[in-house]
């Protein structure tokens, strides 16, 4: 019989001090189940239209149970989401940037939607994690879908035009002149239907595998007034129509995919000659131990829950995830065929590669 190794020492301080960490993770955690309720409610967006709100006006304003409502008011008080003064909440102009404002470039409430829909999918990951790893991008709690487009909405309206596109060597004049292009896992269709709205001389093809989305896609570019410019087809990212395109890109996707070098090839092989690969990812380091941030951390639990899973769906060689790092992207992309890839671009939350 071997004997147990000693228990290693604990120290009192180091236990403290995460046991803190541990308890505000836990109290952030509950309270984005109320985030996710303001935010279904228009709790946030009606606290934001007026200087300040009792509980009994606020649950006037929204139609709902203003005990509930004065409860979750001292949740967001006490998150530092929401100020209180004398039975009167306020909702600072900050906080209504991020929590009231969807078209706003600070815009959080899309991610208590993609928390909702992971939640109600923890049934489904707990038997990833027993099987193959494997969940359909299509398989989720319909909420992902959505969330996904309002997570992402603020960066691409706030990014895509203003520094992205103009970030790459000259594609911003040939989109203005009149160029062909494709988006790529365009899932509901945000970033083609924005660049349609930039470019009225382009004209755009998306793809995605998900069928409701892009049914989705297509409402959307309707009631954008561009549907006449896009193309939405369902249709996997290793058969990008080889139409010339001028530009082709992959907006959050890549990662998601099961086989990325397969899918960089076909939009390689879809290009016109001088035509340009953007591939738009969550912004990441190359080493763990230089992702140890909030949002690396964010995108890495998003990656376990989600991406990964997708990627593993697909049966392909490689499940990059979702922090892959521009070290890792650009092997994909040569390995795919570019031999001209560089980082063209960075924001908080993405990493802009070029290829050609
Ligand atoms: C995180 S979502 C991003 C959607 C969209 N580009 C955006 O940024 O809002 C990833 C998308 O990739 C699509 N996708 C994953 N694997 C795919 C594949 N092999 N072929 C085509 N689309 C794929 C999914 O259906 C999903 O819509």
């Given amino acids: 019989m071997t004997t147990a190794p000693p228990a290693p020492a604990?120290?009192?301080?180091?236990?403290?001090?995460?046991?803190?960490?541990?308890?505000?993770?836990?109290?952030?955690?509950?309270?984005?189940?109320?985030?996710?309720?303001?935010?279904?409610?228009?709790?946030?967006?009606?606290?934001?239209?007026?200087?300040?709100?009792?509980?009994?006006?606020?649950?006037a304003a929204t139609g709902t149970h203003e005990r509930l409502v004065l409860e979750w008011l001292r949740n967001q008080t006490a998150g530092g989401y929401v100020e209180h003064r004398d039975g009167r909440f306020r909702l600072p102009p900050e906080q209504a940037l991020a929590l009231a404002?969807?078209?706003?470039?600070?815009?959080?409430?899309?991610?208590?939607?993609?928390?909702?829909?992971?939640?109600?999918?923890?049934?489904?990951?707990?038997?990833a994690f027993r099987g193959d790893g494997a969940i359909d991008w299509g398989d989720h709690d319909h909420r992902l879908y959505h969330g996904v487009e309002r997570f992402y909405g603020p960066a691409y309206r706030g990014s895509l035009v203003q520094e992205w596109l103009p970030a790459l060597d000259g594609v911003v004049d040939r989109l203005a002149a009149g160029a062909r292009v494709a988006d790529v896992g365009?899932?509901?269709?945000?970033?083609?239907?924005?660049?349609?709205?930039?470019?009225?001389?382009s004209t755009f093809v998306g793809i995605d595998a998900h069928a409701p989305s892009i049914e989705a896609a297509r409402d959307g570019a309707v009631a954008?007034?561009?549907?006449?410019?896009?193309?939405f087809e369902v249709r996997d990212a290793g058969d990008v129509p080889a139409e010339g395109f001028d530009l082709v890109c992959i907006f959050d996707a890549l990662h998601d995919m099961g086989d990325p070098v397969a899918a960089a090839a076909s939009a390689?092989?879809?290009?016109?000659?001088d035509g340009v690969l953007m591939v738009v990812e969550p912004r990441a380091a190359d080493d763990l131990d230089d992702n140890l941030n909030p949002v690396a951390r964010m995108f890495y639990?998003?990656?376990?829950?989600?991406?990964?899973?997708?990627?593993l769906a697909q049966d392909g060689p490689h499940a990059l995830g979702a922090q892959a790092g521009?070290?890792?992207l650009t092997e994909v992309l040569h390995a795919a065929?570019?031999?001209?890839?560089?980082?063209?671009a960075e924001t908080p939350f993405n990493l802009v590669l070029e290829a050609r």
């Fill in 268 to 273: 390689r092989a879809a290009l016109a000659e």
């Fill in 326 to 328: 521009p070290a890792v």
């Fill in 301 to 311: 639990a998003g990656s376990t829950f989600l991406c990964t899973p997708s990627a």
């Fill in 186 to 201: 365009c899932g509901y269709g945000l970033t083609t239907t924005i660049m349609a709205q930039a470019f009225p001389a």
């Fill in 337 to 344: 065929g570019f031999t001209d890839v560089r980082v063209a």
């Fill in 101 to 127: 404002d969807d078209t706003s470039p600070v815009f959080l409430g899309g991610a208590f939607e993609i928390l909702a829909s992971v939640w109600a999918d923890t049934a489904k990951v707990e038997r």
């Fill in 10 to 59: 604990v120290d009192a301080q180091r236990l403290e001090d995460f046991m803190s960490r541990a308890v505000a993770d836990l109290a952030a955690a509950e309270s984005a189940v109320a985030g996710y309720i303001g935010d279904r409610l228009g709790l946030y967006r009606a606290l934001a239209d007026v200087p300040s709100a009792t509980a009994a006006e606020l649950a």
């Fill in 224 to 231: 954008a007034g561009v549907a006449d410019r896009i193309r």
